[in-house]
């Protein structure tokens, strides 16, 4: 779930939109970019990196210049190392930096980043060579406030340029080896993968819900928190029978509306998901006309189910399904979209609200602060654990306490599939 925040400098991450901003980079310095990318250090042969899986979005620390741990989420569909904390700027004693204006971005204004040179970016038994990035001046994602916890950055394309990784989500461990040390899955399925622009991109087949099969190039995605998203469905075959309206995120673009439904099944190789959970943003007018033509993303929400071993350099993909494979995908049942603030991230705040939602029918509205959650104390609680408990069971009540217009409310929310 990607969440909007109103009136608030922060704005949330969107794994849609961040795909305008990169390209940006990499147009205007994509000779800086072109030669990024990490290696095991002499003496190794492989490496272990444990992460943190928190609301889908993986994890990892790294330090950059001498300094740190910074987090980090490790996305695919990032071509450029961004950072996106800009007090970093001061902190990393970065000497030579450009300044670039972003244009025609979020109706007609311009936004600020720097440029880097080289940076030292540290993580253990890796060595990291030519890795620059870019700073927005101003924080345009919010993922500290998505995570409920501080993020610096995100780092992509060169993390995986040169190395085999092999993703357990079961251990949250990363291993990290050159391809040709690497043990393949005996029974896994390889996935083809090509590499454009510094993006991977899939092949897929997706039987939609009035039983219409098409082929489709995703963007192979891990920091996208949906199971799938596709472009222009809409457009070419029409409104689904059932579907919610939704804010599918925040970007520089703008909000990221369009719908939520499920398709019928999807298949990746010889594996096969059913009754998926599928996003349908509105045409993106703002997408960069020399993008590599695709059909949509595969999110961290169908590749969690697998043990991965993404191998850029063979431009493969491995999947090897996990115990969660036939698990029924679940959207939120509350109606209610939310996000941590303060020092120590400490409040739930209310940021959307479904119309018609069992949220909308209690009155619950955007500002609110939620206190208590079925007799737990909210900020003792992560996000993904407040996640997990809106989109568990139907018909399910949870006691909530909420401050609500400086006064604190008892209510009992109903949990309802909507779709």
Known sequence: MLIRLPHNPKMPYSSLSRFALVMVFLCCFNSLASAQYFDLQPDRRHVN??????????????????????????????????????????????ANKRTIKISGLGHGEDYEAYVTSVLKVEIPGLDSYDVAAAILKTDHFGLSNFTGMPIHGMLGYEFFANL?????????????????NTKFFGKGNKIPLTIENRKAYLPAKVTLANGVKINDKLIFDLGAGHPLSLENVIKKYGMPDKFIYA?????????????????????????????????????????????????GNLGIGILKRFVLIVDYPDSALYLKPDQHLDEPFEHDMSGMEYYKTGEDFDHLIV????????????????????????????????????????????????????YHEKKTDHLVLTLKRRI
């Open 49 to 94: 990196i444990h992460f943190r899986m928190i609301r889908d979005l993986i994890i990892i620390q790294l330090d950059i210049n001498g300094k740190g741990p910074y987090n980090f989420v490790l996305d695919t569909g990032v071509g450029l190392m961004l950072i996106t904390d800009p007090k970093l700027v001061d902190s990393l004693n970065i």
């Open 247 to 295: 804010n599918l995120g925040q970007g520089l673009t703008g909000p990221v509306d369009g719908f939520i439904t499920r398709v019928s099944e999807v298949d990746i190789g010889k594996f096969k998901l059913k009754d998926v959970i599928t996003s349908l943003p509105f045409e993106d007018k703002n997408r960069d006309p020399t993008e590599p033509a695709r059909d």
């Open 164 to 180: 085999a990784v092999r993703i357990s989500f079961r251990d949250s461990v990363i291993t990290v080896s050159r391809p040709k």
């Open 351 to 402: 940021s959307r609200v479904e119309p018609g939602s069992p949220a909308d029918e209690l009155g619950i509205e955007p500002g609110d602060d939620i206190v208590w959650i079925n007799f737990k104390q909210a900020s003792k609680m992560t996000l993904e654990e407040i996640d997990n408990l809106f989109k568990s069971t139907p018909d399910r009540n949870l006691f909530l306490v909420i």
